[in-house]
C-alpha cells in the first residue's frame, strides 16, 4: 500500500446479532466487562464475556442505531456468533428480551490517513467510539483504538458514494494494521475458556470498566488487576524469517516460554512470559519459533 491514503476493507469475518426487548440493558449489564449505559447513539463500547471464573468467551463491539433503543447490536465474530446466541439466550432466563442475527448486514472498515476534512464529510468527530447514524449505515470511530479506522455498519442498500470511492483492499492489509497497533482480533488472538483479559490488554483498549457493578467474571479480573502478578501477556513481536503459524510454540534455548497468535507481513501477537520478555529485551535476544526468529516490541516495565 502507498502511505498517506485512505482504504476500505470488508470484514467478511464479522457478523452483526441484535438483542430486542425491554429488559436487554439490564440483563448486558450484569454480563459483560464494560458499563452498557454509557452506550449511546454517539458512542459505542467495547466489551467482553467471560466465564464465571473470569477467563475470556467472546468479544464484541456495542453500537445503537442512532436514538433508537429499541435494539442493542453486536459487531461479532461470524464463525463464533451462533455460539454467542446460544450462550446468550441460556442467560436469559425468564427476561423479556429476545436475540438474533442481523441478516443482510455487512462490515467495512475505512483505514489510514483520517483528515479532518474526511472526518467532517461523514459527519464524525474525531474521538474514540464517536457513532453517527446516517439511513442504512452506523458509522464509528473504533472504541478500541480510534487509529484503528472508521467502522461502517451497512443494513440495506450500498455504501454513500464518499465511501465507495475509497480504493478496496485485502483483508491482508488490514490485519496488517491492527497487528501494527498491537490490537487482537478475538479468539485469532485470545483463547477461548484459558486466557484472562489482563493478559490480553483489554484494559488498554477500552474494554473493561472497573468501576461499574459486578458481571460475570468480575472478581477475577479485579484480582488480576489489582494484584498486579501477572507471569505473561499478549505482545506485539516482529518476526525475522518466515511466516509463524499460529499456535507455534515460542522457545528460548529450547524451553517454552510463550504461543504464536495472529500475524501479517511480519508482525504479529503473542502470547510471553513477562520475565522472559524482559530479558529478551535487556540482552538484545531473540526467541525461537519455528525456523524463524522473535524479536519482542514491547516497552515492558
Known sequence: MQNHKLYKTFLKERDIIQIAGEEKFEFLQGLITNN???LSEKRVIYAALLTPQGKYLFDFILFLKGNNKEKIFFDCEKKRSAELINLLNMYKLRKKISISRVNRAKVYVVFGKLTPSFLSSIKLKNSTGFAKFNENQVAFLDPRNKNLGIRIILFSKNLTSNILDIPSVYNEEWNFHRLSLG????????????SFLIENNIEYINGI?????????????ARQKYRGKLKKRLMKVKIH?????????ITNKNKIVGLMHSSSKGIGLATIKIKEA????????????????????????
Do not use: W
Open 36 to 38: 452498557i449505559y454509557t
Open 209 to 221: 470498566d472497573f468501576n461499574k457493578g459486578c458481571y460475570l467474571g468480575q472478581e477475577n479480573t
Open 241 to 249: 524469517g518466515n511466516a509463524v503459524p499460529k499456535g507455534t510454540s
Open 278 to 301: 524482559k530479558n529478551a529485551i535487556l540482552q538484545k535476544h531473540r526467541f525461537s519459533a519455528a525456523d524463524s526468529y522473535l524479536e519482542v516490541k514491547e516497552k515492558l516495565k
Open 183 to 194: 490490537i487482537p482480533d478475538g479468539s485469532n488472538d485470545m483463547d477461548i475458556n484459558k
